[in-house]
Nanobody, 118 residues
Framework: QVQLVESGGGLVHPGGSLRLSCVASGFAIREYAMSWYRQASGKERELVATITSADGTKYDLDSVKGRFTISRDVAKDTVYLEMNNLKPDDTGVYYC???????????WGQGTQVTVSS
Protein backbone atom coordinates (compact mmCIF):
# COMPACT_ATOMS: atom_id res chain seq x y z
CA GLN A 1 0.00 0.00 0.00
CA VAL A 2 1.38 3.36 -1.06
CA GLN A 3 1.83 5.88 1.73
CA LEU A 4 3.50 9.27 2.07
CA VAL A 5 4.15 10.80 5.49
CA GLU A 6 5.33 14.40 5.61
CA SER A 7 6.84 15.98 8.70
CA GLY A 8 9.09 18.78 9.88
CA GLY A 9 6.76 21.74 9.58
CA GLY A 10 6.19 24.30 12.29
CA LEU A 11 5.99 27.95 13.21
CA VAL A 12 9.05 30.05 12.40
CA HIS A 13 9.90 33.73 12.22
CA PRO A 14 10.70 35.33 8.88
CA GLY A 15 14.28 34.51 7.98
CA GLY A 16 14.14 31.18 9.77
CA SER A 17 14.73 27.68 8.42
CA LEU A 18 12.97 24.34 8.38
CA ARG A 19 13.76 20.94 6.95
CA LEU A 20 10.79 18.94 5.74
CA SER A 21 10.86 15.17 5.34
CA CYS A 22 8.63 12.85 3.37
CA VAL A 23 8.86 9.13 4.00
CA ALA A 24 7.45 6.93 1.27
CA SER A 25 6.32 3.35 1.69
CA GLY A 26 4.86 0.87 -0.75
CA PHE A 27 7.20 1.94 -3.55
CA ALA A 28 10.84 2.84 -4.12
CA ILE A 29 11.41 6.56 -4.66
CA ARG A 30 14.57 5.83 -6.70
CA GLU A 31 12.33 4.85 -9.60
CA TYR A 32 10.30 8.07 -9.67
CA ALA A 33 10.66 11.80 -9.91
CA MET A 34 9.47 13.17 -6.58
CA SER A 35 8.07 16.64 -5.92
CA TRP A 36 7.10 18.95 -3.14
CA TYR A 37 3.89 20.93 -3.44
CA ARG A 38 2.34 23.53 -1.16
CA GLN A 39 -1.10 24.93 -0.62
CA ALA A 40 -1.82 28.21 1.09
CA SER A 41 -5.18 28.79 2.69
CA GLY A 42 -7.75 29.68 0.06
CA LYS A 43 -5.37 29.03 -2.82
CA GLU A 44 -4.72 26.18 -5.20
CA ARG A 45 -1.97 23.69 -4.58
CA GLU A 46 1.25 24.64 -6.42
CA LEU A 47 4.33 22.74 -7.45
CA VAL A 48 7.43 23.86 -5.56
CA ALA A 49 10.33 21.62 -6.54
CA THR A 50 11.13 18.29 -8.19
CA ILE A 51 13.97 15.82 -7.99
CA THR A 52 14.24 13.33 -10.81
CA SER A 53 15.18 9.66 -10.69
CA ALA A 54 18.61 10.75 -11.95
CA ASP A 55 18.92 13.29 -9.09
CA GLY A 56 18.34 16.28 -11.29
CA THR A 57 16.54 19.11 -9.51
CA LYS A 58 14.12 21.75 -10.67
CA TYR A 59 12.57 24.62 -8.75
CA ASP A 60 9.25 25.49 -10.25
CA LEU A 61 8.63 28.62 -8.24
CA ASP A 62 10.97 31.53 -8.88
CA SER A 63 10.28 32.74 -5.37
CA VAL A 64 12.01 29.73 -3.77
CA LYS A 65 15.10 29.57 -5.99
CA GLY A 66 18.22 30.08 -3.95
CA ARG A 67 16.34 29.49 -0.70
CA PHE A 68 14.93 25.94 -0.97
CA THR A 69 16.83 22.74 -1.70
CA ILE A 70 15.21 19.42 -2.58
CA SER A 71 17.13 16.21 -1.97
CA ARG A 72 16.50 12.57 -1.30
CA ASP A 73 17.90 9.48 0.42
CA VAL A 74 16.88 6.48 -1.65
CA ALA A 75 18.09 4.04 1.01
CA LYS A 76 15.52 5.55 3.37
CA ASP A 77 12.88 6.26 0.71
CA THR A 78 12.83 9.79 2.04
CA VAL A 79 12.60 13.11 0.22
CA TYR A 80 13.67 16.34 1.91
CA LEU A 81 13.01 20.03 1.42
CA GLU A 82 15.49 22.33 3.10
CA MET A 83 13.96 25.79 3.41
CA ASN A 84 16.02 28.81 4.37
CA ASN A 85 15.29 32.52 4.70
CA LEU A 86 11.60 31.73 5.04
CA LYS A 87 9.06 34.41 4.21
CA PRO A 88 5.41 34.83 5.22
CA ASP A 89 4.38 33.91 1.65
CA ASP A 90 5.91 30.46 2.22
CA THR A 91 3.14 29.70 4.69
CA GLY A 92 1.01 26.73 3.75
CA VAL A 93 0.63 22.97 3.93
CA TYR A 94 3.46 21.16 2.21
CA TYR A 95 2.98 17.81 0.50
CA CYS A 96 5.19 15.42 -1.38
CA UNK A 97 4.17 13.14 -4.22
CA UNK A 98 5.67 11.39 -7.20
CA UNK A 99 5.77 14.09 -9.87
CA UNK A 100 3.48 12.49 -12.45
CA UNK A 101 1.23 10.47 -10.13
CA UNK A 102 2.27 7.22 -11.77
CA UNK A 103 2.34 5.36 -8.47
CA UNK A 104 0.33 7.56 -6.09
CA UNK A 105 -2.45 8.48 -8.56
CA UNK A 106 -4.98 10.60 -6.63
CA UNK A 107 -3.52 9.84 -3.22
CA TRP A 108 -2.04 12.66 -1.12
CA GLY A 109 -0.50 12.39 2.31
CA GLN A 110 -1.64 14.51 5.23
CA GLY A 111 0.96 17.19 4.57
CA THR A 112 2.88 19.27 7.08
CA GLN A 113 1.96 22.80 8.07
CA VAL A 114 4.54 25.56 7.68
CA THR A 115 3.71 28.93 9.20
CA VAL A 116 6.06 31.88 8.80
CA SER A 117 5.07 34.75 11.03
CA SER A 118 6.57 37.31 13.35
Amino acid sequence: QVQLVESGGGLVHPGGSLRLSCVASGFAIREYAMSWYRQASGKERELVATITSADGTKYDLDSVKGRFTISRDVAKDTVYLEMNNLKPDDTGVYYCKDRWGRITHDYWGQGTQVTVSS
